[in-house]
């Protein structure tokens, strides 16, 4: 598999001594946790809805950054890419990445979109019907 980014969650001063691997290819992201027991998550690229960057104080200091990551897949709704180098960087990557993915596979972000107004409505002629 060939793999656009990969890197390690860093722990103290910035050092990649963890079990969390986060892996990016063109059309997904993946994070492999685990020394004995393997977990593997894996979302779709097209599926992801909304990031931010927080960078802390300390992380600042060693050059690091977390990626708060909302989307739309079910078993991995929200995850956060911790502790990595270069964080600015790679959110906007990933954020291109996305883009491109969803304009390939024509996924509009209404798609995952729910207007609370028409379920409302819904729900008020259903009473009243």
Known sequence: ?????????????????????????????????GFFNIHEEEVRLYRIMDMSLNR??????????TIHVHSADSLTPNFDVKNIKKSDEIK????????????????????????????ADDDYDDDHS
């Open 56 to 65: 802390s104080l300390g992380q600042r200091i060693f050059g690091l950054g």
């Open 92 to 119: 906007n990557m990933l954020s291109d990445m996305v883009e491109k993915e969803r304009v390939r596979r024509r996924v509009s972000s209404r798609e995952y979109m729910v207007d609370e107004h028409d379920e």
């Open 1 to 33: 598999m060939d793999y656009v980014w990969k890197d390690r969650k860093r722990t103290i001063f910035g050092l990649p001594w963890s079990f969390t691997v986060y892996m990016l290819t063109e059309e997904k992201f993946i994070i492999k946790t």
